[in-house]
């Protein structure tokens, strides 16, 4: 199994910025794509930005310019860099890692727990 610990998130005012991380353990063999989803109340969950396991990463419309993801494949660590954060990026944040457990098993999609951002005055 694979454990997906989230932190960073907070209250922030609009304008601010925040870090974002996810760490993976449990039985890794790879990981393939990673990314950021959140989900704000009422609405759908919708992908904030992915990263891919040969480095082509994807943004949101909305957080182009704005946020920016990495990845640490040695420390297994995801983060996600917002930067000028607007009340509309308010949301449960949630990152979601693609691992291979094994040489020859499937790669199986595991959801962090989420964290909560705030942005308002």
């Known amino acids: 199994q694979v454990q997906l610990v989230e932190s960073g998130g907070g209250l922030v005012q609009p304008g601010g910025s925040l870090r974002l991380s996810c760490v993976a353990s449990g039985r890794i063999y790879s990981i393939y794509d990673v990314g950021w989803y959140r989900q704000a109340p009422g609405k759908q969950r919708e992908l904030v930005a992915v990263l891919t396991s040969g480095g082509i990463s994807t943004y949101e419309d909305s957080v182009k310019g704005r946020f920016a993801i990495s990845r640490d494949n040695a420390r297994k660590m995801v983060s996600l860099q917002m930067n000028s954060l607007k009340p509309e990026d308010t949301a449960v944040y949630y990152c979601?890692?693609?691992?291979?457990?094994?040489?020859?098993?499937?790669?199986?999609?595991?959801w962090g727990q989420g964290t909560q951002v705030t942005v308002s005055s």
């Open positions: 979601s890692v693609q691992v291979q457990g094994g040489p020859y098993r499937p790669v199986i999609d595991y």
